[in-house]
């Protein structure tokens, strides 16, 4: 299907699935115009080639407006920060991350059960843009979003049977993290 097609109606084809078919050039439809395209305003000459870096080991209710400008300053300034010292163990890390490859290796006729439901609110399943409006750019990637807490917003039948382990691994982690952090 020709990627202009979204503008027929047409269906928007999975990043993934275009690079394995072999796409040697990024198409138009996902290439920001140079006018929009961001740019980096030095506001400080202390401001270093590497993006900012927010530590919160000494995380308590009076560092929350530090923090709070931190953040800020980092999204302003470079549109990017790395947190450290966040209390998540490395091991839960590397665990989701491996559990997230595993899913999107999967065939893509498999994903797409999972695809999200067009006109829902929560975007919750596979996808690769979050809101389509007419003539838009389209973001260079594809995602599976769901909720893991609050528990009320949790819905398991969202979730991927395949891997294995993403079920498991999903909820045993977010009981994890509620307990350790």
Same mark, same amino acid.
């Given at each position: 299907m020709d990627l202009l097609s979204r503008k027929n109606g047409g269906s928007i084809d999975r990043v993934q699935a275009?690079?394995?078919?072999?796409?040697?050039?990024?198409?138009?439809? %996902?290439?920001?115009?140079?006018?929009?395209r961001p740019t980096l305003t030095i506001h400080n000459s202390s401001l270093s080639n590497q993006p900012p870096v927010i530590d919160l080991s000494e995380f308590h209710t009076n560092s929350l407006e530090r923090i709070r400008h931190e953040v800020g300053q980092a999204c302003r300034e470079w549109g990017v920060f790395q947190v450290i010292n966040h209390g998540v163990p490395t091991r839960l890390l590397e665990e989701m991350k491996d559990i997230g490859l595993k899913f999107f290796e999967r065939p893509l006729e498999e994903k797409?059960? %999972?695809?999200?439901?067009s006109g829902s609110a929560?975007?919750?399943?596979y996808g690769s843009r979050m809101l389509v409006k007419e003539d838009q750019i389209l973001d260079w990637r594809d995602?599976?979003?769901?909720?893991?807490?609050?528990?009320?917003?949790?819905?398991?039948s969202r979730w991927p049977h395949h891997p294995p382990s993403?079920?498991?691994?999903?909820t045993e982690h977010t009981r994890v993290w509620s307990t350790e952090l």
């Open positions: 275009l690079i394995q078919d072999g796409l040697k050039q990024v198409p138009d439809e %996902y290439i920001q115009p140079p006018s929009l797409l059960q %999972y695809a999200c439901k929560a975007s919750e399943g995602y599976f979003n769901h909720h893991t807490l609050p528990l009320a917003r949790r819905n398991p993403y079920r498991f691994g999903q």
